[in-house]
């Protein structure tokens, strides 16, 4: 597609469910991005894939979290075990090159997860 | 730590008039400094990109600065309409080569 698409856009769920959360990049972008923005809150870098590897999984907040990314092009984010302040709305990007390349990043619109 | 600060409160700024919204870093010195805006229930979306070498971008109504002395880039809007009111970001990549946001600056452009 045309830009980066995430899915679903709203997701509810009870406390102590998993949830998976989709992101599709744009094509040819091998450099995939995950963040957490809670209200009022600035954007939180949780992972990022060049192609298929995870080269920084340093961001993610705690074992609950796992992030997977297949054919260096969609990705999803697990959250397992869901925690109330897991709620928050999570952004995915994408670019040509890493993060050294200077390129500016393509943002989908978010999947807003809400925790029971 | 390596700290990217936005202005958290709003700025409120009559049509017409220009708009200047901050951005301070600290601790490193960035090669570039990226600029976003966010709308309601919106991704971030790139305005502009300035590198370490250069002084001044334009980019129609958008001027960007980046002074490294003061660690400090300015964002500007000139003859602001109200369908400037936005959330404007700042980024910039640390030496983990890890994009840092800021939290932004909640800009209303008053009628």
Known sequence: GAGVSQSPSNKVTEKGKDVELRCDPISGHTALYWYRQSLGQGLEFLIYFQGNSAPDKSGLPSDRFSAERTGGSVSTLTIQRTQQEDSAVYLCASTQGGPSSNQPQHFGDGTRLSIL | ?111
């Open chain 2, 1 to 111: 730590s390596q700290k990217i600060e936005q202005n958290s409160e709003a700025l409120n700024i009559q049509e017409g008039k220009t708009a200047t919204l901050t951005c301070n870093y600290t601790n490193y010195s960035p090669a570039y400094l990226q600029w976003y805006r966010q709308d309601p229930g919106r991704g971030p979306v790139f305005l502009l990109l300035i590198r370490e070498n250069e002084k001044e971008k334009r980019k129609e109504r958008l001027k960007v600065t980046f002074d490294t002395t003061l660690k400090q880039s300015l964002f500007h809007i000139t003859a602001s309409q109200p369908a400037d009111s936005a959330t404007y970001l700042c980024a910039h990549m640390n030496r983990d080569d890890k994009i840092i946001f800021g939290k932004g600056t909640r800009l209303h452009i008053l009628p």
